[in-house]
């Protein structure tokens, strides 16, 4: 399957993407708040739901709505940060990144955008094989970008694809 598209075939109907709009904040924040360690903050889910050069998608539960996973894009001049995608730890191992993440894609490029950036914690292992998989590149780092529960910190990876 082409990773430029989401196939909900592969989720037996069980899921639907949607994109999320300020409605939804109040199911957004709950999300976060049980899918990431690092969640951000109401007044951000807020802004990034409202805010004209975003897009947030939900995979949302066709039995009862619920968010399984979310992803955050940002729309630049010419490229498209993915800002965050974090799928809810019951869910994960499945794919569900993998096809958000292709949706994703395809949004960028449709808008235009001709790379999609984003950046992760160096100790995000996973998360880096996943994008690697999908033709992402690491173009450099910041250092002591993260601060971590025991006060020390950590690099974070810069990573961008193509789109064209």
Known sequence: M?????????YHGRISLVRLGADD???????????????????LLEAALRGEG??????????????????ILAYLPFDAE???????????RQGLAREMLGWIMRCARTQGAEHLLLELRASNVAARKLYESVGFEV?????????????????AL??????A
């Open 54 to 71: 975003y897009a947030v998608w939900g995979a949302r539960s066709a039995e009862d709505s619920a968010l399984w996973a979310v992803a």
């Open 2 to 10: 082409p990773i430029d598209a989401f196939h909900s075939e592969a």
């Open 82 to 92: 993915l800002q965050s995608i974090c799928v809810l730890p019951d869910a994960r």
């Open 139 to 155: 173009d450099g780092q910041r250092r002591g970008y993260y601060r971590r529960e025991d006060g020390r910190s950590e690099d």
């Open 158 to 163: 810069l990573m961008s694809r193509a789109l």
């Open 25 to 43: 904040l109040p199911a957004l924040v709950a999300f976060e708040r049980q899918a990431n360690d690092d969640a951000w903050s109401e007044a």
